[in-house]
């Protein structure tokens, strides 16, 4: 038949001496002009089955499409969004379901507004500068520290000059403002472990090395330790936002951080 003689030559990369040496059926004899009428004929298939030629990609004629078909009910799909838009271009919209509830006209419960958070905020604020001013005045009213620790120790006053801290090295005055920043947090005497006072600490160091790289730019060696630092002081942070809000509120206005 016609398409047996169409699919053969596909396969045969339409080589009509090939398909008579390969063809072994004893019914497919042709002469030469039968040759050349099915060489030059269209290869066009059956309806509904594969693509024309003029659909493949690039000269391959193996690379055959498949026709996409349009059903009745894509018909309908079809033309409902098209009626749709037509209708929406008019500034007419299709109705809503019986039951349909606006998100915008929709109240939340327990929501309040925005006004109103704004306000719990700013007092929570005024409440926590408050109370940071009041640990600020009580740390500064304590007996100054000494060098050693020999703060609270009877002595003259030459003695006492030698063991302050005016006269102490770097590594002293800072482990010393390091202690007074650190009881402006403390839950406790001798609190080290709190999250609020573990930040202080970290914050400390980070300004201690901020101060050695601005001499030492290729300290590469300290950027590296204080880039740990700040990864420490960032997950702290973190979980005090998550566990202690009010605490971090107070950490983060009194050191002035960016968050």
């Known amino acids: 038949s016609c398409c047996f003689l169409e699919r053969t030559l596909i396969r045969h990369k339409t080589n009509p001496v090939g398909l008579l040496k390969s063809t072994n059926r004893p ?41 996409r078909s349009i059903t009745k009910a894509r018909q309908k799909r079809m033309a409902r969004k098209a009626k749709w838009a037509a209708l929406a271009k008019q500034g007419i919209f299709p109705p809503k379901p019986p039951k349909y509830l606006d998100p915008k006209d929709t109240p939340v419960i327990g929501a309040i507004s925005r006004e109103e958070r704004d306000r719990i905020a700013k007092e929570a604020e005024e409440r926590a500068s408050q109370e940071m001013k009041e640990r600020m005045e009580e740390v500064k009213n304590k007996e100054p520290l000494q060098r050693f620790h020999f703060e609270g120790v009877k002595m003259s006053d030459r003695v006492k000059k030698l063991f302050d801290l005016t006269n102490g090295s770097q590594s002293e005055v800072v482990k010393a403002q390091k202690q007074r920043g650190m009881e402006l947090f403390q839950m ?30 290729k300290d590469n060696s300290s950027k590296r330790g204080l880039d740990a630092l700040y990864v420490r002081r960032r997950k702290v942070l973190d979980y005090m936002e998550r566990k202690d809000f009010e605490s971090y509120r107070k950490v983060v206005k009194t050191l002035g951080l960016v968050r």
């Open 27 to 67: 019914s497919t004899m042709m002469n030469s002009a039968m040759i050349r009428a099915v060489a030059s004929m269209s290869l066009r298939p059956a309806v509904g089955t594969m693509a024309p030629l003029s659909s493949v990609n690039g000269n391959n004629p193996f690379s055959l499409q498949q026709q």
């Open 188 to 217: 406790r005497d001798g609190d080290t472990g709190s999250s609020a006072v573990q930040v202080i600490a970290l914050t400390t160091r980070i300004q201690q090395l901020q101060t050695h790289l601005r001499t030492h730019k």
